[in-house]
């Protein structure tokens, strides 16, 4: 429809430069051009997220352990009374170091050295 309407009015500014003697007039079509364009509606669809739910924004610390110290983390594990993944294990020793250092009043006394 708005292609016809321009179509059109281009035909007629061409007509009328096209006689002899007719002043030219500034460009009609631009009065009633219709440049409206409807568009649909955009739904917003949230992405699902990957993994287990985030337990809290803390910081990522990545930590290597050597076979032996994996041997005695899953046995360890294994000891407990709920089944318990690596990583909620290692927080559940570390709360219970932390709670125990929490307490201790000061350092020991160092040890004498023997003499020989």
Known sequence: MVFFRLA???EGILRL?????????PFPSACFC???VTMKRQTVITKKRRGPVPTGKGTL???RLQPS???A???WIANQ????TRPEAIRAMMET???ILSKDTGEKPAKKAKIR
């Open 34 to 36: 219709d440049n409206t």
């Open 81 to 84: 009374d709920t089944p318990l």
């Open 8 to 10: 059109w009015a281009m």
């Open 61 to 63: 610390i990545g930590v």
């Open 97 to 99: 170091i932390l709670h």
């Open 73 to 75: 983390l899953d046995a």
């Open 69 to 71: 110290h994996l041997v």
């Open 17 to 25: 430069e096209l006689e002899p003697g007719r002043k030219t007039e």
